[in-house]
């Protein structure tokens, strides 16, 4: 995708032909039903349920094809995810962030493949267990302090999985199938921190950043043979919250920073984890606004793969990963994407997919549209996931449906007469733990 600023023309055309590749190849059943859904998620209209979606002007087929959409549609989901990807930089550093969120599905009884996840609520910093799918997002982030994260890889947790497997399978998968010249860099927080995320990752070509947690400790690269006994694997202690046990860095650098001051980095280089010496990082400790009389707790993140980059490239490569927070946010409240009460998994997915779908043209279409601010909002100039959508009404106007013409079928002839109705199959949520990790 071309960094360059585009004319309008050139944007527009490339977001119609973006809705008409999705339409044509993207969506195989039911692709009329399945296209409108996309566009009542645009329309900006406030619903309670998901069948209420069906209610705008511009979801012509009416509550039952909806319906129809999820339960019966297909997408050539392979085929997306590599349109996805050519929408992606061409050139340069293309920063990614993976993460987990819950879709929580507290009354569910009839869809398979429910755990008990940790969940954040609204206070702070606490946390509750939740029934519901746990999904592994891997996102582009295309500029550093704003809350555009655009869906490329979406994957369901199954119970017998854990989200760093899931996340290298993700990151394996997009690196194979980039074919441009620019550098991936994947960043996550503190649950891809660990050697189980770094070490299958270590061959690839892409550059991999995650956090840390402060009561790590790590090992130095072993001292040379004796010549008597097993060769050492570990080397000098390095505990983090251990001052003693650090030996001088191997880079330093100060610098100041727009959102954090001023910054101070220092890096140690070929640490490990004592369960697999073969996986060596780098770690980097980040200490952030140093002009305050109380500092904040420092920031300890490991890297691999940054190969000709500076320490402070990677830390403002993580400084992305915050915009996938506000992005999950907004899909969750503003796209419904956890409104519907489906009574299939495999629902839930097609459901995932079209919502990201249509997050895809807000961003599109975010140079197109004029901000129109509530009495109460102020104007952006850079403007938000959420203003985007709350401006799209009149560029409809200028976007052609590629969907047909809807046909009159008539009255349904009901469910047959003697048929007999049986109940669908329930399944129990499962308690995630170590015995179940270590079971599978």
Known sequence: MSQQKQSTTEQINNLIEFRQAIYENGLTDYRDAQFELIDALLANQRVNSFAELSLSPLCKRGWASAYMAIEAGNQAADWLKGRLMEQLPASGVVVMAIDTTVWPHPNARTLA?????????????????????????????????????????SARLVPVDTAVEIGVQQVKTVCGEQDS?????????????????????????CAVVARLRRDRVLYGPPPPYGGRGRPRKHGRR??????????????????????????????WEHL????????????????????????????????????????QDVWLWFDHRWSIEPSIRFRKSRLYWTLPAFQASERCDRWTLLTELAYWQLFLARDLVQDQPLPWQKAQTKLTPGRVLQSMGPLFAQLRSPTCPVKQRGKSPGWPKGRKRSPPPRFKAVKRGKKLEKSA
Not at 142 to 150: A, D, I, K, Q, V
Not at 245 to 252: A, C, L, N, Q, R
Not at 278 to 298: G, K, N, S
């Open 238 to 267: 390095f505990a983090f919250k251990e001052p003693e046990t650090w030996p001088e860095p191997d880079i330093e650098m100060h610098f100041s920073d727009e959102r954090w001051g001023q910054v101070r980095l220092r890096a």
């Open 113 to 153: 493949g429910l755990v008990y996840e940790h969940s954040p609520t609204p206070a702070k910093g606490k946390h509750i267990a939740v029934k519901g799918h746990v999904y592994s997002l891997l996102t582009w982030i295309p500029t550093r302090g704003e809350s555009w994260s655009l869906p490329v890889a």
């Open 181 to 205: 010249n620019a550098l991936l860099a994947v960043v996550g927080d503190g649950k891809y921190g660990n050697h189980r995320f770094f070490g299958p990752l270590r061959d690839e070509e």
């Open 272 to 311: 490990h984890a004592k369960q697999d010496a073969e996986t060596v990082f780098t770690v980097l400790r980040a200490e952030v606004h140093r002009q305050r009389d109380r500092l904040p707790d420092p920031i300890w993140l490991g890297f691999i793969g940054a190969a000709g980059f500076t320490i």
